[in-house]
């Protein structure tokens, strides 16, 4: 249990779902902070874990770079008329879409450096 | 393919989370009631946010799929329909109930749910009206719960799918049989006002940034010729999630 996991997740729908009903929780006092931070904790693990277990869709990616960015081994892109294609010959643009990559990697090695 | 996942997969999530924090919250003394209403909280704010669809609930309507259907009822039903009493009738009108709800899906999309109770009590009666006259029949000859939950999610369900997406009104609907029925009023009514909020806030909603949020093996440049490869990944565009596992993206600059 000394190996964290990523927390970036937390910004994901479903991350912000829990970070929103566990706010609400605290602020009525019914948890503590600290149980809070427990259970996205837990979040950050269960969602890694099952990502890498039961996701297998593979996907492609064609767009216009318009911004990278490369910070503590985090790389920042904004892609413009992005167009993804997944299997089943499924096809999502979008205009401008950010993506967040970390290092490959469960744990956060930077702060074990 | 990738969104059509998603619902397991936050389900699978969701389980894993809160068995494991359930430890947790006897240790910090929060009773259980909290991992409830928390679960509850997470889940309603997941299906407000519409970013997949979620078949928790009764099946869909799909009219042209009847059979199809069957399966589906004999899996939610389950989730659909916990320990009550209404369980125990479920069973007891066994192949009926199923047959009862393919069938009343196939007339009434709207109301597979409160039927099911209903069905097993009075299967003579003819399914198409029996979907609409049942609950006001039986309801107060049998039990509180059909008395409440049926009368009461008959209307409500008809307005949501007149407007709102069907997976929310009905997952919603569904989420609030399984509580007492005085919820099931509240929750359905809260999720048709939300449904039409959320249509006119998803159109701004949808002008955040689209992200994707992954890890990355390997980014290359030649020139002005970006070659990525990621892994793990969430994206979310257009207000929906899709989930990968890997993810090669070629940008130029």
């Given at each position: 249990m000394a190996t964290a996991y990523y927390e970036f997740y937390r910004g994901s729908s479903i991350g912000m779902a829990l970070t929103d009903s566990l706010d609400e929780l605290i602020t009525s006092g019914a948890i503590t902070p600290q149980l809070a931070m427990k259970v996205l904790q837990q979040f950050d693990k269960s969602?890694?874990?099952?990502?890498?277990?039961?996701?297998?869709?593979?996907?492609?990616?064609?767009?216009?770079?318009?911004?990278?960015?490369?910070?503590?081994?985090?790389?920042?892109?904004?892609?413009?008329?992005?167009?993804?294609?997944?299997?089943?010959?499924?096809?999502?643009t979008t205009p401008?879409?950010?993506?967040?990559?970390?290092?490959?990697?469960?744990a956060i090695e930077a702060g074990k450096k | 393919?990738?969104?059509?996942?998603?619902?397991?997969?936050?389900?699978?999530?969701?389980?894993?989370?809160?068995?494991?924090?359930?430890?947790?919250?006897?240790?910090?003394?929060?009773?259980?009631?909290?991992?409830?209403?928390l679960q509850d909280k997470w889940e309603m704010k997941i299906l407000a946010s519409r970013v997949a669809d979620f078949p928790v609930e009764p099946p869909p309507p799909q009219?042209?799929?009847?059979?199809?259907?069957?399966?589906?009822?004999?899996?939610?039903?389950?989730?659909?329909?916990?320990?009550?009493?209404?369980?125990?009738r479920l069973k007891s009108g066994g192949i009926d109930a199923r047959y009862a709800l393919a069938t009343a899906q196939y007339a009434?999309?709207?109301?597979?749910?409160?039927?099911?109770?209903?069905?097993?009590?009075?299967t003579s009666a003819p399914v198409t009206a029996a979907v609409y006259t049942l609950p006001q029949t039986d309801g107060p000859?049998?039990?509180?719960?059909?008395?409440?939950?049926?009368?009461?999610?008959?209307?409500?369900?008809?307005?949501?799918?007149?407007g709102a997406p069907v997976g929310k009104g009905e997952l919603a609907a569904g989420e609030g049989l399984s509580k007492d029925a005085e919820q099931i009023g509240s929750d359905l009514d809260d999720d048709s006002d939300d449904s039409e909020n959320d249509a006119e806030e998803g159109e701004e909603a949808q002008s955040e940034i689209d992200m994707v949020f992954c890890t990355y093996d390997k980014v290359a440049r030649v020139k002005n010729k970006w070659k990525c490869v990621l892994k793990d990944g969430m994206i979310h565009a257009g207000g929906k999630d899709y989930l990968?596992?890997?993810?090669?993206?070629?940008?130029?600059w």
């Open positions: 969602l890694a874990d099952t990502m890498v277990k039961q996701v297998k869709a593979k996907t492609t990616l064609k767009g216009h770079l318009k911004t990278y960015r490369l910070c503590d081994d985090v790389w920042t892109f904004i892609v413009k008329q992005a167009s993804f294609k997944m299997e089943q010959n499924e096809v999502i401008r879409i950010k993506i967040i990559a970390c290092k490959n990697g469960d | 393919m990738s969104n059509k996942i998603v619902p397991s997969i936050y389900r699978a999530v969701i389980d894993d989370v809160i068995d494991a924090i359930r430890p947790e919250f006897e240790e910090f003394g929060v009773s259980a009631d909290l991992v409830r209403k009219p042209t799929y009847p059979y199809p259907a069957l399966p589906h009822a004999t899996h939610n039903v389950p989730a659909y329909v916990p320990p009550s009493a209404a369980q125990q009434f999309p709207p109301l597979p749910g409160p039927t099911l109770p209903a069905q097993n009590k009075n000859s049998v039990s509180e719960d059909d008395d409440d939950l049926e009368p009461v999610s008959v209307p409500t369900r008809i307005g949501q799918l007149s990968f596992q890997r993810c090669t993206g070629e940008f130029e």
